[in-house]
């Protein structure tokens, strides 16, 4: 099931040609997402995914949770498959190729999973809508605090069809 969580997004990297290879020859797709509110803190928490959240950084202004989705993965039967970079949309819900800057307000959708010998709750990055563009590099915009929510993006609705 796939789940829509709001907030501002910090290192955005979700193309083909800016994901994160640091740690994944292949490359993973990912964001650290500050959740709007208490509300979305607290949905992720109901969510299962409280064990992910980090404290606010020098870097990253408040309580957040980094967001993934790996390239390349083993299923089942241990053969290796290949994930497409997740799906970016413009506010009216046109593909978005710019790159996003750190504060931007947006709207991401998530699939949770469980995962390892606990059995945990996990995140996996489906789509992401950007609401409000801080342009990478800048800094200002509105702020979360007085930014009114578009009508269309509402709880429960999904960006994109998942892939299940």
């Given amino acids: 099931m796939s789940y829509i969580i709001l907030g501002e997004a910090y290192y955005a990297k979700l193309r083909e040609d800016n994901k994160d290879t640091n740690y994944d020859e292949e490359g993973i797709f ?4 500050v959740p709007r509110d ?8 109901t969510l299962g995914l409280g064990h992910l959240l ?3 950084s020098e870097k990253i202004p ?7 989705l790996k390239k390349a993965y083993q299923n089942k039967e241990g053969e290796t498959k290949y994930n497409t970079a997740p799906s970016v949309l413009d506010r ?4 978005f190729t710019a790159n ?3 504060g931007s307000l947006v709207a991401v959708q998530i699939k949770t999973y469980k995962a390892g010998k606990t059995k945990k709750t996990y995140a996996q990055l489906e789509a ?5 563009l801080i342009p990478y590099g800048e ?8 930014f009114a929510l578009p009508e269309e993006v509402v709880d429960g609705e999904t960006l994109v069809s998942s892939n299940e």
């Fill in 100 to 102: 996003i800057g750190n």
């Fill in 128 to 132: 992401l809508k950007v609401l409000n």
């Fill in 92 to 95: 009216e819900g046109q593909p």
């Fill in 62 to 68: 408040g309580t957040y949770i980094n967001i993934k």
């Fill in 139 to 146: 800094e200002g915009g509105e702020t979360l605090d007085n």
């Fill in 38 to 45: 208490e509300e979305q803190k607290q949905k992720l928490k």
């Fill in 30 to 33: 990912s964001l650290a997402l």
């Fill in 54 to 56: 980090n404290d606010a």
